[in-house]
């Protein structure tokens, strides 16, 4: 079957490899397709997305390796859009205005409509997980649980994206400590963003960073959800969420493998447009 992965980040953001060795090492790979998403930028100081003064650099860039690799591999650009509320909601007239190929949508930082403090759930540091839930919810887990999937539900019916991606990534540093993923009230809340996924014809991806990491035991999101997009006729794609050209396709053939025995036939891809591959 086809190979690709359309979720990377470089040098222009958080990424530790240049654009173009992230594009020779999935052409080694024997990639079909690649995708660059830098993260986009943001309106506060930060050390993780590409900077507004970078925005045609990057789009130069991914253009000039577009043609001079295009005899080899099918290149397209992107960005994964914070969506953050009251701070980063306007994802998709910026897409537009870029010109983009496809629009990947993330929630990383949590925030309570018109209140201060932000809560970041990504990251390599537990311990900023746990700050953040005490200083933007007093530790009340469940009420920052709610608040993350309500903004991811939010990002969906604002933004329209291609692709939402790591959807349950809130689950990463928690480690079943403070909830468990089989209690009914987080149950609830996955199923009614699951179902604003179906609604808009969303692309979920099955990313694999948190398990080549050693950040979780499970793709994002879980299995469970997995099989559950499966009956729901939810379309999926693979990402590896690579920061490194090493890690391009990382835990690709495990999840091809996950897919199906999740009760998934096919798999999406971007090449021009959104296209089916039938799972071997």
Request: glycine share 6%; hydrophobic share 35%.
């Amino acid at each position: 079957m086809k190979r690709f992965n359309l979720h990377s980040h470089s040098l222009f953001c958080d990424g530790k490899s240049s654009l173009e060795q992230m594009v020779c090492a999935a052409i080694e790979k024997g990639f079909y397709c690649f995708g660059f998403s830098a993260h986009a930028p943001v309106p506060f100081e930060n050390n993780f997305a590409l900077p507004f003064s970078d925005i045609q650099s990057y789009l130069d860039e991914t253009h000039r390796l577009k043609e001079k690799y295009q005899s080899k591999i099918r290149l397209y650009t992107s960005m994964e859009f914070d969506y953050i509320t009251d701070i980063a909601e306007d994802a998709k007239q910026r897409a537009k205005d870029m010109g983009l190929d496809y629009v990947l949508a993330s929630v990383h930082q949590v925030k309570q409509r018109g209140k201060e403090g932000v809560w970041f759930i990504d990251g390599g540091k537990q311990e900023v997980w746990d700050k953040g839930l005490e200083a933007c919810f007093g530790g009340d887990v469940r009420k920052g649980v709610e608040c993350f999937y309500s903004q991811s539900i939010e990002m969906l019916q604002k933004v329209n994206p291609d692709v939402i991606c790591h959807f349950d990534k809130v689950k990463m540093h928690n480690k079943e400590r403070f909830f468990s993923e089989k209690d009914a009230w987080y149950k609830e809340l996955v199923r009614s963003l699951l179902e604003q996924i179906k609604t808009q014809d969303c692309i979920c991806e099955v990313n694999t960073r948190g398990l080549y990491k050693g950040r979780s035991n499970d793709f994002f999101p879980s299995l469970v959800w997995i099989k559950e997009a499966a009956q729901m006729g939810i379309r999926m794609t693979i990402s590896t969420d690579c920061h490194n050209a090493s890690e391009v396709d990382l835990y690709f053939d495990e999840a091809v493998e996950a897919l199906k025995q999740c009760g998934h036939r096919y798999v999406w891809y971007f090449d021009g447009q959104w296209q089916a591959e039938k799972l071997p």
